[in-house]
């Protein structure tokens, strides 16, 4: 495998997972089939590669499951074999004599006459000394054997001659003796009473069998020979790590039967009091769905996932049920986290120093996600070194197009594309990347859904009519089962350029403690980006969604969440006149600072059509602080002219709902107008002067 370029960020505690588990310690234990969980983009099979870079120094293979043609559980295990048989320094070589012979025994070509054993002993040992000595003239031919079991990416490698899965075992056993194989292959396959060649006939008969039955028994016969050679390997030899599978996509066809096959097979072998096998299977998968596992309904998927600084080996084995019902146990997910602001800073430090004064607003633009975070960083590093821009230019970023990693060689022109290559705009690019498990529509149905505050919102007020019965059937199970609904992030001052967070979640009603999932804020936003272009009176139009939006929670029984989610569909209709109305009967109604905070914030946080001022051709573009007041004047007269004040400071905190809107570093465009207008409530009657000069603090500088 080769070794990643850099230390991929945020996955510290992976690894402690990782070395933990695969320290071997006396005498073998059982080990948990680890299952690295990841919205699209979240640096999966980067974290994979970086385990086998930490495992190269002891027997390991890696096997991707999505960039092959789909190969049967007998086949994974051969290329694995080649993969943990690849010679290290100083470190005996792992043999596969049980694998081999059944391998060899399992070939179409062969067909063993069951009226004469003696003649089926000599052509087996002929083919295996055929095996052997055609692989050793190969070597000597081309000096190539060490070179090809470097590369390890065995689902893709191409090997010369009649048999693929043959040519591999020789390749992995080049010098492994005829005898051992033999002696050791026939005593693993052995059916008692029957003859021990009796059983390797069987399996040769079951190979050339297309019946369900007889396929399953094949792939079950050779992978448990597949354990038993490393087993036996490791009591002969003593090891202080596990030998390591990295399993990458096993959400992808056939993933899953591997995976399945080897948990079978390692119940059985505890039941027969076997001892635990070495190996330790990392895998990895996009959609929680395919992945079993402990219940939990407050998870995705209903599958109780671990963070990565929640996961231990002893948490897994303390989370195994007594008496265990299902194999699900073995399972042990753990979801990788998003990139803190100092991880995406490390980025940048990586990418180019220039860049480095951008990280807060990459950050606030892709909430961490890694991939968005890399495809932010190439876009300022377009932005600011190629083309000398400067904060006015990166407010328009999600239009630029730098090329972007992962995207198809297929991807065509996007609606807002810019640039001579006329490649896709970052925000179109995003779309294509991260919703590219979705049919056609699905992602358009997420358009729509993006409006809503809260994604089960958008289901139930009917916003999907126009859309077919399977797309509203699934959308919500397929959203859900690929990690892209979170919690909600605390709206207060942080998510507006100030300082703080979550100190207002305690004003939320009984009622609406628990709050619903909704879509990741990068993916929403680069959403509703779409949703902008679509035409605002359209059948799924900006006006037509959030009309329907607000209706709806409207007629619902006014909850506080209703009441409060009616007013964000309604500025986000540009009605200001009534929210500043509402917040102003509140400020005197309310019994204390906090409560109408939360409530400010709440309807404030929602989307503006135009949330960034479009650029004219040879005028000088607007900053925010200058939009504040052409908005209030534009949008709320009578408001701007009755409540000065609170007027300014909502569409203050209307537009700093958008990062691309406070850019700067130290102290965001906006802040300065928010604290101020803070400072003004204060001289109001009825108002709570310490609450309101503690919050204006929120957005002043500090050292």
């Not at 050791?184 to 029957?194: C, E, F, H, M, V």
Request: with cysteine; hydrophobic share 40%.
């Amino acid at each position: 495998m080769a070794v990643p370029r850099e230390h991929p960020q945020g996955i510290k505690d992976v690894v402690r997972l990782f070395q933990e588990c695969r320290t071997r310690q006396e005498g073998a234990r059982e080990l948990p089939v680890i299952t690295l969980l990841g919205r699209r983009g979240s640096g999966k099979t980067t974290s994979l590669k970086w385990l086998g870079y930490l495992a190269s120094n002891r027997p390991n293979a890696f096997y991707d499951f999505a960039s092959a043609v789909p190969k049967r559980p007998h086949e994974v295990a051969a290329r694995l074999a080649l993969g943990l048989s690849y010679r290290l320094p100083r470190q005996p070589a792992v043999h596969f004599p049980r694998l081999a012979l059944g391998l060899l025994v399992a070939r179409a070509e062969l067909t063993l006459d069951s009226a004469d054993t003696r003649r089926v002993r000599a052509e087996l040992k002929r083919a295996l000394r055929q095996a052997k000595e055609s692989t050793e003239a190969y070597e000597r031919a081309n000096g190539v054997v060490e070179g090809v079991s470097l590369l390890q990416d065995l689902n893709v490698l191409q090997l010369p001659g009649l048999n693929l899965v043959l040519k591999l075992v020789q390749f992995g056993l080049p010098r492994l003796p005829v005898t051992m194989m033999w002696r050791s292959g026939l005593t693993w396959y052995a059916d008692s009473p029957n003859r021990p060649v009796d059983a390797l006939m069987k399996l040769n008969e079951l190979a050339r069998s297309e019946a369900t039955a007889d396929v399953e028994e094949v792939d079950r016969l050779l992978c448990g020979a597949f354990l038993e050679d490393l087993r036996d390997h490791y009591a002969r030899h003593a090891r202080d790590r596990e030998c390591v599978v990295l399993l990458d996509n096993i959400d992808a066809t056939q993933g899953r039967k591997f995976l399945d096959l080897l948990v079978r097979i390692r119940e059985v072998n505890a039941s027969s009091g076997r001892e635990h096998d070495p190996l330790l299977v990392v895998a990895t998968a996009a959609n929680a769905r395919s992945v079993p596992g402990p219940y939990a309904p407050d998870f995705p998927a209903e599958l109780r996932i671990r963070a990565p600084e929640e996961a231990s080996y002893a948490d897994w084995k303390d989370s195994i049920p007594q008496p265990a019902s299902t194999t699900k146990w073995h399972w042990y997910p753990v979801q990788l986290r998003d990139l803190t602001e100092p991880e995406v800073t490390t980025l940048a430090e990586q990418a180019a120093s220039a860049v480095v004064h951008a990280t807060p607003l990459i950050h606030r633009l892709s909430y961490g996600h890694p991939w968005s975070a890399r495809a932010l960083l190439d876009a300022t590093y377009a932005i600011v070194v190629e083309r000398g821009g400067g904060a006015a230019e990166l407010r328009h970023i999600l239009e630029y197009s730098p090329p972007v990693p992962g995207l198809p060689e297929d991807a065509t022109a996007g609606e807002a594309a810019t640039g001579a290559d006329a490649s896709l705009a970052l925000d179109e690019a995003a779309r294509h990347y991260l919703l590219r498990d979705l049919s056609e529509g699905q992602r358009s149905a997420l358009v729509v859904c993006s409006a809503a505050r809260a994604f089960e919102s958008a289901v139930d007020a009917g916003i999907l009519e126009e859309y077919d019965q399977l797309t509203k059937d699934t959308l919500r199970r397929d959203i859900d089962a690929r990690l892209w609904l979170i919690p909600p992030v605390p709206e207060d001052a942080n998510t507006r350029g100030g300082q703080g967070s979550g100190y207002l979640e305690h004003c939320r009603e009984q009622a609406e403690s628990r709050p619903k999932a909704v879509l990741h804020p990068w993916l929403r936003l680069v959403l509703l980006q779409a949703l902008g272009r679509y035409e605002p009176d359209g059948p799924s139009g900006w006006v037509t969604t959030h009309t329907a939006l607000r209706d709806w929670h409207g007629q619902e029984e006014q909850t506080q969440q209703h009441r409060l989610d009616s007013l964000y569909h309604s500025l986000a209709l540009h009605d200001l006149n009534k929210v500043v109305a509402y917040l102003a009967g509140r400020f005197t109604a309310l019994p204390g600072t906090d409560q109408w905070l939360y409530e400010l914030y709440a309807v404030t946080a929602a989307p503006m059509h135009l949330p960034v001022a479009p650029r004219e051709r040879g005028e000088p573009e607007a900053t925010p602080s200058d939009r504040v007041r052409d908005l209030a004047r534009r949008l709320a007269p009578a408001a701007l002219e009755e409540h000065w004040s609170l007027t300014m400071l909502v569409t203050a905190l209307w537009l700093a709902a958008d990062p691309r809107n406070r850019v700067a570093n130290s102290t965001p465009e906006l802040n300065s107008t928010i604290a101020a207008m803070f400072h003004r409530l204060t001289a109001l009657p009825h108002s709570s002067a310490a609450g309101l000069l503690r919050e204006a603090e929120r957005y002043e500088p500090r050292p």
